[in-house]
Structure formats: C-alpha cells, structure tokens
Nanobody, 119 residues
C-alpha cells in the first residue's frame, strides 16, 4: 500500500522559512515523479513544484519560483520543499503527490501538512 506522509508544517512569520518533508513507502520511488501541491482556504488545489525521478530540472509555479526549492532523496524515499521568504499568500495545506507512469498513470496523495504564514 502506497503511503505519502508529509511533515514540517507550522506557523511562521512573513519572511521566514520552513522545510516540508514527504516520506514515501510502498512504491518504487525511483519510478515516481514527485510533486507538491497546496490548497488555501476557499481555493482550489494548485500546483507548486515537481521533480522527476532523476532529480534534474525541477519545475515551479510562477508564484513560488525563486523562493521554494524541491529536492528528493531516492535512497531514503524522501522529497522536500524548502520554502524561503514566505508570504501570507503561501498559507495553505501542502500536499505531497506521486505520479507513476506505467501502462496507466497512477496518482498518490498524502494527507497534507498545514503551513500558516502570519503578516
């Protein structure tokens, strides 16, 4: 059974930093593209960042580019989101997402971790 468990969320002041972690189990991690999404109160879930299995050429939403960094550790099946220069608009539940493309595309989601940025 695939599990994605996020951690590292919390309350931080604007301008501060947080590092989110996602621990994956039950899947062939090196086959998975790993992503972070977020959902702010009253808004739809939105894409934040993605990193392919190789770890090269990560891609970011414009809203976080230059402030957030996604990385992964294939040995320990972990993915991270380093968040710097946080803004109140970054307040959201952050979700870890795994995409595995076989004969069909499989999607897995964590339960999320809450990030609150105070002004």
């Amino acid at each position: 059974q695939v599990q994605l468990v996020e951690s590292g969320g919390g309350l931080v002041q604007a301008g501060g930093t947080l590092r989110l972690s996602c621990a994956a189990s039950g899947l062939t991690f090196t086959m998975a593209t790993m992503e972070w999404f977020r959902q702010a109160p009253g808004k739809e879930r939105e894409f934040v960042a993605t990193i392919p299995s190789s770890g090269s050429n990560p891609y970011y939403a414009d809203s976080v580019k230059g402030r957030f960094t996604i990385s992964r550790d294939n040995t320990n099946k972990m993915v991270y989101l380093q968040m710097n220069s946080l803004k109140p608009d970054d307040t959201a539940v952050y979700y870890c997402h795994a995409v595995v493309k076989l004969s069909m595309t499989l999607n897995y989601w964590g339960k999320g971790t809450l990030v609150t940025v105070s002004s």
